[in-house]
């Protein structure tokens, strides 16, 4: 019931920053066209369907387990990240810091469970990236909204917990995969959702 309650209220965030504008705003500064949206979907479509095993735990008698990364949920945003520091001339400084604050704050609302996995609740991220970018007024506070949101989803709430993956042994012969949830999964989502948040904060005078 959960996941498709996520998968409704991801819908329904949509459909908001539609409404108010975000969405075609951040793509029309951003300089992307439908089909740079509709090649960039199909990836991430076709990536979520795949995932690359990374390494393996062993626990003696009490099994093994398997860590691997999803390349819709995971691999693709990072591969955006590269492309928007490529593409725009971007404060480095900034965004480093405010990678580090997403980063602290999505530590402490992510949860290591035997069923799920690495569970990360995004919407400090999301939040944090957001008003963030806003705080710093940048004029390229989108590419940085979604670049401190992706890369402190991922570091916050997957590569840190690592160390909690001997809670999870019980999971014999399973693979816990970070983007796991593809195209619904913490690290895809928080980026877009941190720019259009960013961008319909500033639409409607909260910034």
């Known amino acids: 019931m959960s996941r498709y309650l996520n998968h409704a209220l991801t819908l ?24 740079d949206i509709a090649i960039a979907m199909l990836f991430a ?32 945003p990072l591969g955006f990240v590269i492309y928007l520091i490529h593409s725009y001339p971007v404060a480095i400084l900034p965004t ?8 602290l704050v999505v530590y402490p609302l992510t949860r290591v469970e035997r069923r799920r996995g690495f ?17 710093i007024d940048s004029p390229d506070y989108l590419v940085q909204a979604y670049i401190a949101a992706v890369l402190g989803t991922l570091i916050g709430g997957d590569l840190m917990h690592l160390p909690q993956l001997n ?9 816990i995969l970070i983007g796991g949830g ?23 005078g909260y910034a």
């Open 12 to 35: 329904l965030l949509f459909l908001i920053f539609f409404h108010l504008g975000a969405i075609q705003s951040v793509l029309a500064k951003l300089q992307l066209s439908q089909q």
């Open 45 to 76: 479509t076709l990536g979520s369907l795949l995932s690359i095993q990374l390494f393996s735990l062993d626990f003696h008698d009490e099994g093994q387990l398997r860590l691997g990364i999803n390349l819709g949920g995971a691999l693709v």
């Open 96 to 103: 480093l810091l405010l990678t580090l604050c997403v980063t």
């Open 119 to 135: 569970v990360v609740y995004i919407f400090g991220a999301v939040f944090c990236s957001a008003l963030g970018v806003l705080l």
């Open 167 to 175: 809670q999870l042994k019980a999971r014999n012969h399973e693979t």
């Open 182 to 204: 593809g195209l619904l999964d913490a690290v895809f989502l928080s980026g877009l959702l941190a720019m259009f948040t960013a961008e319909a904060l500033r639409l409607h």
